[in-house]
Every structure is written in structure tokens, then in C-alpha cells.
């Protein structure tokens, strides 16, 4: 069952977040998008079941309460070497070998965004959701 649909925040520059995310997660695309009278520029960014709704609102900064959007990758080898190719390098790497079923590493974006990659090494929920490491 899935659960989540969708995400939707307001970014200084659709572009900025756009290309980061075209670098990080390839498989992921626009869906669809446009210029809202009411609302300004927005983009629909994801799969066929998921998306990140952008709307630009100049000035627009990374609420203090939002820490982080969380990703799972299936290579988080292949992300980093697609971040740095596009010229973004970690905030935070601590994370790649601290837990035997999970690899993690987080990037800010152009509009100051926090997005944490997750690489999960098992299928087994247990596992993947083992805390006390």
C-alpha cells in the first residue's frame, strides 16, 4: 500500500531544486508543470505515483522545522558520483557505514533543502528498521 503522494513546497528557484534532482535521482521526472496565475511558476516532479510539487515564491527559504526529505536509492555509490559530476558534494557522509542494513548521506540543494539518500542492504523489515545501532 502506498501511502504518500506527494509533497509540495514553496523554493526560491524551481531550477535549482529541479537540476539537484534530476542529478540525484534520475528515474525521477516532471510530470508536469506550469505558471498559475494565483499561485506563480510550479513543477510536478516523480514517478507515476509520486511526485515533489514545487512552486517558485522568490525569497523563499528552507523552513527551520523541515529537516530533512528522506530518499531510498538503490546505489548510493552511484548518487554521490552523480552529485559531485554535477558539482554538489555532501553535507553529511557520517552515515554511509554506520549501520550494518542501511547506507545514508544527506545534500543541500540551491534553495538550501536537506535530502537524506537511503540505500537499504536488505529486504527484511526487521532489519531495515533495526534502531539500536
Given at each position: 500500500?502506498q501511502?504518500?503522494e506527494?509533497?509540495?513546497?514553496s523554493?526560491?528557484s524551481l531550477?535549482?531544486t529541479?537540476?539537484f ?7 525521477l521526472k516532471r510530470?508536469?508543470g506550469?505558471d498559475?496565475?494565483?499561485?506563480g511558476p ?10 515533489i510539487a514545487?512552486t517558485?515564491v ?8 523541515l529537516r530533512h ?10 548518487l ?9 558534494e555532501p553535507?553529511d557522509?557520517s ?21 537524506e ?7 527484511d ?9
Amino acid at each position: 500500500m502506498q501511502i504518500l503522494e506527494h509533497i509540495h513546497l514553496s523554493v526560491n528557484s524551481l531550477a535549482a531544486t529541479e537540476v539537484f534532482l534530476a542529478a540525484a535521482v534520475p528515474e525521477l521526472k516532471r510530470r508536469g508543470g506550469g505558471d498559475s496565475e494565483i499561485y506563480g511558476p510550479w513543477v510536478h516532479i516523480g514517478t507515476d505515483n509520486c511526485y515533489i510539487a514545487l512552486t517558485e515564491v522568490k525569497g523563499s527559504q528552507s523552513p527551520p522545522e523541515l529537516r530533512h526529505i528522506g530518499i531510498v536509492v538503490e546505489d548510493i555509490d552511484a548518487l554521490m558520483t552523480r552529485l559531485s559530476a554535477a558539482g554538489f558534494e555532501p553535507a553529511d557522509a557520517s552515515a554511509i557505514k554506520g549501520h550494518p542494513y542501511r547506507r545514508r548521506v544527506y545534500y543541500i540543494d540551491g534553495n538550501g533543502l536537506d535530502w537524506e539518500f537511503v540505500q537499504y542492504l536488505t529486504e527484511d523489515p526487521a532489519l531495515r528498521n533495526d534502531y539500536s545501532q
